[in-house]
């Protein structure tokens, strides 16, 4: 454990301190505001939010929201890094992928309802072609039921994430394996099964718990694009914390702290689970 | 181990340091014993620090261009301006009173309502200071409802009132010839057009105060609700009228009633497109700065309802940690003076309505009131006085958010 040698330590210390005092002490004020009522210790709120339905339908509607983007945004990601990898050497394509990178969801998102809304660019725009003859024929896309203004945001937004998380694994990829699944009559589905898969596997679970995590707890895209009921859950919490009515605060954070206790459970989950299992097989592959 | 256990113990001390107490808190009760004059020496070049929200560019304008040269001039007071959401500043000063952190950085807070009533229940104001002020002696009627209470929560002197404001639906004249005078002749129209209006949701103050004025033609007058107080049973019994009005109307809002604005800006975005017909707001005049803007079309004309628009008083208080009392008191005391209310009434800037009683005013400034021409898109003040409508009790505010979700909303 070279980590904690004694010179490397000290250098340690004073950020690993400020975390400690400012992220921790946050936590755990969260933490005793969600389970202390009147100074006696209860899990009520835990309950009470539960029990309250407005929650449970936020919370799905927010497990879904962050699911399909999810899926969306890795499987395209996968997709556009295989066909990228090839073409690596052209500088040109890098700079596209990174172009959405460079604006904040919070622009992105206004992106949207400029471009989809019913008076929006593109309602315009085929209304002035003719294909519809008002306005309001036009799809709602922007603060729909379903929440596909807020996907299809997030999976712009996640796509260029993903592939950037991918393909420094396509080029550690041992390339010759292909090779030699294609000279024994593979097909290239058989190459990314047996080659590709198991090598990028681990990378794109990790992606997707980051993406996934990101989503579930996201709040100005939901809050541009978002529909008023349900509300995907930071938005739903931001308000129980933010009334006028302050009892309702300790709600809030028991909320909060449901939701970062999943994201933490399927984190723990992932490394128990892939962590061996990756270094086995970074062992298969030569490359210790 | 040593050089580590030193290095600990140093970030702890300073770390503790930073929560050290000033305990100044003697001194400052004394300020409110002392004379007027006294007080404006001791305000004499400080810097007053005004948390306020920051949305709207006439009412910055105002502050920045206005307000603060003439307070530096006239007392030597750098005012500094800085915008944040109420909510938020009510939370700061709330940690800051759990840390017990008797020095802050807010002098002057912008506030009314359900924050007033949270601000007061949690001690985190400082006063009585208003009976201080000589403009609040000398030109506010501070015997009327709506300056004794905010919201329904008795104000006791612990913030003075800034301006005063009324709930007005805004329209465009070259989409609607006829505008709607009451909620059936609404409901009429909003037939007739389907899609072309909507109202914020509850939780936004506008599309509360929309659904306020509902709940009052729905319980038969504002009067019911004052006598009762917060009564949500006798509430709940009556209020079905305007779920059955709210429901009716619903397929044909905007997106059907899927779906509604979740702020006022979203919807004057909306109706600045084009996509809905009308707009609403509490201030009567909010629309001048918006038409000089480009945003609103030039069209744009106001109406209330028969049964009346409800008005609104907000105010300003001092932090009970304020770092600059004295400066905050000659601040507030400054914007309650003549001079500075009919600069926020002209349309130049902000357009608000005064907080001072007119007929206290003297005769110059009484003229110079009645010359004001406050636009087009503004109704004579005569019409906007006799429809005055009195604010209820706040926890109505979250009885509607709360309920309003579940009778209209999750009905399909």
Not at chain 2, 126 to 138: A, E, H, S, V
Not at chain 2, 355 to 381: C, F, H, M, W, Y
């Amino acid at each position: 454990m070279k980590l904690f040698g004694k010179s490397n330590l000290l250098f340690l210390l004073p950020p690993f301190i400020l975390t400690i005092a400012l992220v921790g002490y946050g936590v755990i004020m969260a933490i005793s505001e969600s389970i202390h009522k009147n100074e006696q210790l209860t899990f009520q709120y835990y309950v009470d939010v539960f029990a309250n339905d407005i929650f449970i339908a936020s919370l799905n509607y927010s497990l879904s929201i962050a699911f399909v983007s999810t899926f969306f945004s890795i499987f395209i990601g996968l997709l556009i890094t295989r066909w990228l990898y090839r073409c690596w050497k052209n500088d040109f394509l890098k700079i596209v992928y990174w172009i959405p990178m460079l604006f904040p969801h919070f622009v992105w998102g206004y992106m949207m309802v400029l471009l989809f809304s019913q008076t929006g660019w593109f309602s315009s725009l085929v209304y002035n072609i003719g294909i519809i003859h008002k306005p309001n024929e036009f799809p709602v896309i922007i603060n729909d039921s379903h929440g596909i203004g807020i996907i299809i945001t997030y999976v712009l937004k996640e796509t260029p994430f993903v592939i950037l998380m991918l393909l420094p694994a396509y080029h550690q990829l041992n390339h010759q394996l292909s090779s030699v699944v294609r000279t024994l009559g593979g097909k290239e589905w058989d190459v990314f099964k047996t080659v590709e898969w198991p090598w990028i596997m681990p990378i794109l679970f990790e992606t997707s718990i980051i993406v996934f995590s990101f989503i579930l707890s996201a709040y100005e895209v939901p809050y541009l694009l978002g529909t008023t009921y349900p509300k995907m859950i930071s938005l739903l919490v931001y308000e129980w914390f933010f009334e006028g009515d302050w009892s309702n605060r300790p709600k809030a954070f028991a909320a909060m702290l449901s939701v970062t206790m999943f994201i933490f459970s399927i984190m723990m989950a992932y490394t128990s689970l892939l962590i061996k299992k990756r270094y086995h097989m970074m062992k298969g592959n030569g490359k210790v | 181990m040593k050089q580590l256990f030193a290095l600990l113990l140093s970030i702890f001390i300073f770390l503790s340091a930073c929560s050290t107490k000033e305990l100044s808190s003697a001194s400052e009760a004394k300020l409110l014993d002392k004379k007027w004059g006294q007080i404006e020496q001791e305000a004499k070049n400080t810097k007053v620090r005004i948390f306020m929200w920051g949305g709207d560019e006439g009412i910055n304008h105002y502050m920045d261009e206005w307000v603060a040269p003439k307070l530096k001039k006239q007392y030597g007071i750098t005012l500094e301006r800085i915008p944040m959401d109420t909510h938020e500043f009510l939370q700061k000063l709330l940690n800051e009173k759990k840390a017990e952190k008797e020095k802050g950085t807010i002098d002057i807070i912008w506030i009314n309502g359900e924050n007033f009533k949270n601000a007061k229940e949690n001690d985190l104001l400082f006063g009585p200071i208003t009976n201080k002020l000589p403009n609040f002696q000398k030109y506010i009627d501070a015997h009327s409802l709506n300056i004794q209470y905010d919201f329904g929560t008795a104000v006791d002197g612990l913030e003075a009132p800034w301006g005063k404001v009324q709930f007005v639906f805004l329209y465009d004249a070259n989409k609607i010839s006829q505008p709607p005078r009451t909620f059936a002749e609404l409901k009429h129209w909003i037939k007739e057009h389907p899609g072309k209006f909507t109202y914020p949701e509850p939780t936004d103050f506008t599309g509360n105060a929309f659904l306020r004025h509902l709940l009052y033609e729905s319980v038969g007058g504002s009067e019911k609700l004052l006598e009762r107080g917060y009564d949500p049973q006798f509430v709940k019994n009556k209020a079905e009228k305007m779920w059955t009005y709210l429901n009716e109307i619903k397929p044909y809002l905007w997106h059907r009633g899927e779906t509604y604005p979740n702020s006022l800006t979203e919807l004057d975005r909306l109706y600045s497109q084009g996509e809905v017909w009308m707009t609403m707001g509490y201030n009567e005049a909010r629309a001048e700065s918006l038409i000089k803007n480009g945003i609103f079309p030039k069209s744009t004309r106001s109406f209330v309802f028969e049964s009346g628009s409800i008005g609104n008083t907000h105010f300003l208080a001092i932090p009970f940690n304020s770092p600059n009392k004295a400066g905050a008191m000659v601040t507030i005391n400054f914007l309650l003076s003549p001079k500075a209310q009919l600069e926020k009434f002209r349309p130049t800037y902000w357009g608000e309505g005064m907080s001072l009683d007119p007929s206290k005013l003297s005769e110059q400034d009484q003229q110079a009131l009645n010359e004001i021409n406050r636009g087009k898109s503004v109704l004579p003040t005569d019409i906007l006085k006799k429809h005055l409508l009195p604010e209820v009790d706040p926890r109505y505010v979250g009885w509607l958010k709360e309920n309003w979700l579940h009778e209209i909303v999750r009905k399909k």
